[in-house]
């Protein structure tokens, strides 16, 4: 009866694991340029049910919301990137709503909640800027045969402070997830008392 109880629990979460993964992937369907960063780096609110998720129903869950976001991407959009786009989107995404739920599971208040998404923009901004200058972005260049400059390029046409791959990375993927993570923070902060109930029941 135990077993029975657990499997049904773990059916559920996967269930709603898998409707805000949905949910998720159709934001990200509408997404937009900041102004101040090049067109690669696309605003969406794709992560408020990955944070809604991680909040109700555990850290764990909101990186599975992201996966499952960034999978249905690939299958149904396809990619533009050779999925590096959909990685770096699903990495920093994951660290996000993973460090926000990790501080709010260990002591559930409005308070630690408000850590939690502070730390998590803090955590995603440092981490996946650091990623991209060593990791995502020299890999993209590689295997489109672009060299960095061109990808400096995209920056320096919308931002007068981007004059180099170092400066691409402090004047616009910095200020760009720290836009997203405030953004999303807020947005996550006006629903998530709407819709918790629902997600645990």
């Known amino acids: 009866m135990e077993t029975i109880k657990k499997e049904y629990l773990n059916t559920k979460v996967l269930v709603k694991v898998s409707v805000l993964g949905a949910i998720s992937f159709l934001l990200m369907l509408f997404d937009f340029p900041l102004w101040f960063a090049p067109s690669f780096l ?9 944070l809604i998720g991680s909040f109700a129903l555990g850290p764990f869950a909101g990186v599975l919301v992201q996966l499952v976001k960034n999978l249905l991407n690939l299958a149904l959009e396809g990619t533009d990137t050779a999925a590096v786009g959909e990685l770096a989107n ?3 995404g994951s660290i996000f709503v993973f460090t926000a739920g990790f501080f709010y599971h260990r002591n559930k208040s409005f308070k630690n909640a408000v850590i939690g998404m502070v730390a998590g923009i803090i955590a995603m901004t440092i981490s996946i800027s650091i990623i991209n200058y060593y990791v995502m ?3 993209y260049a590689k295997i489109f045969g672009w060299p960095i400059e061109q990808i400096v390029a995209l920056g320096t046409a919308v931002n007068k402070f981007v004059v180099d791959f170092k400066t691409l990375i402090l ?5 760009f997830n720290l836009v997203k993570g405030i953004l999303v923070t807020l947005v996550t902060i006006l629903l998530y008392k709407r819709v918790s109930p629902i997600l645990r029941k």
């Open 90 to 92: 699903f990495v920093v």
């Open 137 to 139: 972005i020299p890999l």
């Open 42 to 50: 696309k605003f969406d609110f794709s992560d408020v049910p990955a």
């Open 171 to 175: 004047f616009a993927v910095v200020p």
